[in-house]
């Protein structure tokens, strides 16, 4: 029986990871529910047409062997000069023929909408999730990292793709020694000028939501993958922090009323999310509860600090006022979201607070033109 490539069978989609890796994979899935709403057009303020994307699965046998987004984000395109088309999700048995099946789809959709490169995974976009694992494979991945095992950058680069874009994602042991160093002469000046770090309230979650936005947009306009995100968007992606994010480990730095850097972290719910097959039930509610009591590992979602204030001695201040909060809710590691070589700074900054390299990440892209002419 030949292989049978489904379009927008959300079922075989969301299983075929599961089928493809086995259960000791240290892969995880989003949440069955927000996986689904994400892939949604309709929902999804993303995409401006529901054309802009669909996602395939393989079947082998009626088995689920492998999987893929295709997507073109027209914000994207548009502000940084690119015709690229984009896959993501991309998961799949160690299996050539299985691989090109689903790539010739995601590129034979780049195609149809006029663009000329193809690249991923964008798990959906720049703005979040992005890359293929190419190192640090033994490490299991934090809430908003990706994972794929060994085989997956080989499957690709066998196919034609090359990697570009590389990134690194830390590990961060709390109360290592470097982070006492943070609150330096600079810091303290901040503070006596009235600078102030505090916590995130749960009642004002979403007020401070929009100062995370706002500070986003400023501080990434110069990322070369970052489109802005309007309210709509960044709440529609945000809306469930609400119910997760805990309160002490998410601080935000203020010169008077104007927020000037925010650290967003929440519990790293990866652990029972593979606890329970990323399905919500009625199980994994009770799951849940008896897990936020157990839980010492947090994700970082995003950093970021106005960029006015660059060189002020914020980064210092933010970093601390991070750590110290991290130690008093009894945390003991922080995992954090990609960091692009290109962006020596802030790799200065995760090495200076002593955090670790965990994942090596690279983009892997090409000519259209040419992986039609290699289809020939």
């Keep these: 029986m030949p292989d049978e490539l489904r379009e927008r069978d959300f079922d075989s989609f969301f299983q075929a990871p599961f089928e493809a890796y086995g259960p000791t994979s240290p892969f995880v899935s989003p949440l069955r529910s927000d996986l689904q709403r994400f892939l949604d057009p309709r929902r999804n303020p993303t995409f401006a047409r529901a054309e802009d994307i669909t996602y395939f699965s393989l079947l082998r046998d009626g088995r689920p062997i492998g999987r893929i987004v295709a997507q073109v984000h027209r914000d994207a395109n548009e502000r940084h000069g690119t015709r690229r088309s984009q896959f993501g999700f991309f998961d799949c048995i160690d299996d050539p023929d299985a691989a090109r099946t689903l790539l010739a789809a995601a590129e034979a959709f780049g195609r149809r909408h006029g663009a000329d490169e193809i690249a991923g995974n964008f798990n959906l976009t720049g703005n979040h999730p992005i890359g293929v694992v190419t190192g640090g494979f033994e490490n299991r991945p934090y809430l908003e990292q990706v994972y794929n095992p060994p085989h997956i950058p080989k499957l690709l680069e066998g196919l034609g793709y090359r990697p570009f874009f590389p990134m690194t994602t830390h590990e961060l042991w709390v109360g290592s020694e470097p982070a006492a160093g943070l609150l330096g002469d600079k810091q303290r000046r901040l503070l006596e000028k009235g600078f102030r770090v505090e916590a995130i309230s749960r009642w004002k979650v ?169 289809a020939a």
């Design 206 to 374: 979403r007020a401070r939501l929009r100062d995370c936005r706002a500070l986003l947009n400023l501080a990434f306009a110069a990322n070369p993958l970052f489109v802005p995100m309007s309210e709509k968007e960044f709440l529609f992606y945000a809306k469930d922090l609400t119910w997760v994010i805990d309160p002490r480990i998410t601080v935000l730095a203020y010169d008077g009323p104007t927020a000037v850097g925010a650290f967003v972290c929440v519990p790293d719910l990866n652990p029972l999310f593979k606890r329970v097959d990323s399905r919500l039930s009625a199980r994994a509610l009770l799951e849940y509860f008896r897990y936020r009591r157990a839980c010492r590992r947090a994700a970082g979602i995003y950093y970021a600090v106005h960029p006015g204030y660059a060189n002020r001695g914020v980064n210092g201040l933010m970093l601390h006022a991070m750590v110290e909060a991290l130690g008093r809710a009894g945390y003991t590691r922080l995992g954090g979201t990609w960091i692009a070589d290109a962006n020596p700074a802030s790799l200065r900054q995760v090495e200076k607070l002593g955090a670790r390299p965990y994942h090596r990440l690279h983009l892997y892209g090409r000519s259209l033109r040419d992986a039609a002419r290699h």
